[in-house]
Every structure is written in C-alpha cells, then in structure tokens.
C-alpha cells in the first residue's frame, strides 16, 4: 500500500498566512474608518460655543470660584446649541447652585485635542491665573488616532502632577465609551471600545498617582449614551447634545464639589 507523505508547513509559510491576514484586518477598518468619517463628517465644524463668563453672577455674591477645563471636544462643549449647555456651563451652574458662589469658567480645551495638546493648553493659561479646580475631559482622539494608551496616559499624568503641584484639585473623566457610536461600523466599534476601555484605565492610575480624581466616564454615563443615542448625541452622532452634556456634567459635579472642599484629599478608589 502506498504510503501518505506528512504534510509540513513551514515558518515561512504560516508567517506569510498570518501577515496576509493581518494586512486584511488593516485594509478592513481603515475602510470602515472612511466610512464612519463619512458619516460624521463636520455638521458641527470645529469651532465650540464660547462659555466663557461668570455664571451666576447675580445669584450668588462674593468672590468667584475658578473653573478651569482643558482637553478635546468634549471639555469645549462642541454640539451644543446654547453656550448654556456646554459642559463648562453645566458644571459652572453645578458649582454656583452647590457652594452659593459665582463661578468664573476659563475653558482652555481645544476641539479635536489629544492628551498630547494638554501641555500646550495649560501653557496658554496667563501666568497670574490660579483656578479653585480643572477639569480634564480627553482621550477620544487618542483612540481614534490610534496613539498608545500608556503614552497617552502618561502625558495625562504630567499635566495633573502640574497642576496639583501648584495646588490645584484636579478631576478626571477619562476616555468615553467609543463603542456607543453607532456611526461606526463593527468591527471597529468593538475594537474602539476595548481601546476605550484600555485607556480609560489607564488614565485612572496615571490620575490617581499624581493625586487627582477619577471619573469613569464609559460607567457613568455610557449605557444612558447607549441606549439613548438619538437624545444623548448631537446631530453629528459623535458630540454629545445638551442633554448629553447635562448627563455628563451631573456625572462629574460630584468629584469637582468634593475637589473644592478645604484640604480635600482624592481617596485610592476608581470613583475618587
């Protein structure tokens, strides 16, 4: 009877299989990442509404609190409709309704920004200013731009070492949930989400190391995006709408007012 030769297959080839399928994985969500471009496009432009005022002015005598945002689009408010509904706004009524002061509301984030912007942004701030309390929103245009997360992360952490070595109290909300956006197609969703949630844990312990607060933004306010995406985005289903805004801000007005309490200092845990 004859006799079967085994069948071999070499290093090369299996190298070769493996790399024609990684270039097909590659050409696949660089055309679902032109597709969901596409999709988004730029109804909103990149310019976000100026908020920057004293809020509560008339409400609440005596010296105002200082409010100071960095980071991307979110912190700028792009997709609200009224300078009221921006996120800056939505914390600064937060803050003035909580401690019965005005709050003066300085927002050096920059549309489109990643966490390598932040630098940048905080050295735009005069000299003379000293804020009561900054708020970082940032890391969506890390992961849509593919940056690492520990790169990422760890120019998150110099920029709140900064501030809380000035003496600044600092809060967080890290890096939202990208697989809530429905104009992007799977499977780039789902590789977008489980960069999200890689970098969102990343920024938690490079905030928590140099004593700032952390708000998981993914947890707090991911489902209500998720299962509300025509009420929680703006008409580019990308930014948040007002009453996304309003949802995010109620989700961080608790650290920020517990960052404002005299010698306040942020606890170990993942909701500090």
Not at 81 to 100: F, M, N, S, V
Not at 185 to 195: D, E, F, I, V
Request: include cysteine.
């Amino acid at each position: 009877m004859r006799r079967r030769r085994p069948i071999t297959v070499t290093v090369a080839s299996s190298v070769a299989v493996l790399g024609t399928a990684a270039v097909g994985v590659r050409t696949l969500i660089a055309r679902q990442a032109a597709i969901a471009r596409r999709r988004i496009g730029k109804p909103l432009g990149e310019q976000a509404l100026d908020a920057d005022r004293v809020w509560r002015r008339k409400k609440h005598p005596g010296p105002p609190v200082e409010l100071l945002l960095l980071g991307d689009s979110i912190a700028a408010g792009l997709g609200a409709g009224h300078r009221r509904d921006t996120l800056g706004a939505r914390l600064a009524k937060g803050i003035a309704g909580a401690e019965g002061r005005p709050v003066r509301l300085r927002t050096a984030a920059v549309v489109g920004s990643e966490s390598s912007a932040l630098a940048g942004q905080l050295a735009a701030v005069p000299a003379d200013y000293r804020a009561d309390v900054a708020v970082i929103v940032v890391g969506g245009n890390d992961v849509t731009h593919r940056i690492p997360a520990s790169r990422a992360a760890e120019q998150l952490e110099v920029i709140v070492r900064a501030l809380r070595d000035t003496g600044v109290p600092v809060v967080v909300g890290t890096c939202p949930d990208l697989g809530t956006l429905r104009a992007i197609p799977q499977p780039l969703r789902s590789l977008a989400a489980r960069s999200s949630r890689q970098l969102a844990a990343a920024q938690a312990a490079a905030v928590h190391r140099a004593g700032g607060r952390v708000v998981p933004l993914a947890r707090a306010v991911g489902p209500v995006f998720a299962e509300r995406p025509d009420e929680m985005f703006s008409v580019d289903r990308f930014h948040p709408s007002a009453l996304g805004y309003r949802r995010t801000a109620e989700a961080l007005l608790p650290a920020v007012l517990a960052a404002l309490k005299p010698a306040a200092v942020p606890v170990g845990g993942p909701n500090s």
